[in-house]
């Protein structure tokens, strides 16, 4: 490893975020747009694609945690509770 000039990732965290960094910009954003889109469309099972995307928004979360002001997490915790809510919603039988 001389002659690499970048450090390998370590964590799960970091290789995620390695791929994560390999794809255009548009696709995260059309990925969970796309995954609400599914959750607000399929009835039965909607609920699980709405849960993943705030898994994911919670991940994202988590990772930018330290850098962010307080007003900031605030914003995020309540994206990230009302797109949670939604999916418990959904995953609720009428």
């Given at each position: 490893m001389?002659?690499?000039s970048t450090p390998t990732p370590r964590?799960?965290?970091?290789r995620a975020l390695v791929a994560l960094a390999r794809v255009p910009r548009p696709v995260p954003i059309l990925a969970v747009l796309g995954l609400l889109l599914v959750g607000m469309f399929v009835p039965t099972y909607g609920f699980i694609a709405t849960?993943?995307?705030a898994a994911f928004?919670?991940?994202i979360l988590m990772l930018s945690w330290?850098?962010?002001t307080g007003v900031e997490k605030l914003m995020r915790i309540a994206v990230i509770a009302f797109?949670?809510?939604i999916a418990i919603i959904q995953s609720q039988p009428r």
């Open positions: 001389s002659g690499s964590t799960a965290n970091e849960g993943v995307v928004l919670a991940w330290p850098r962010l797109v949670a809510a």
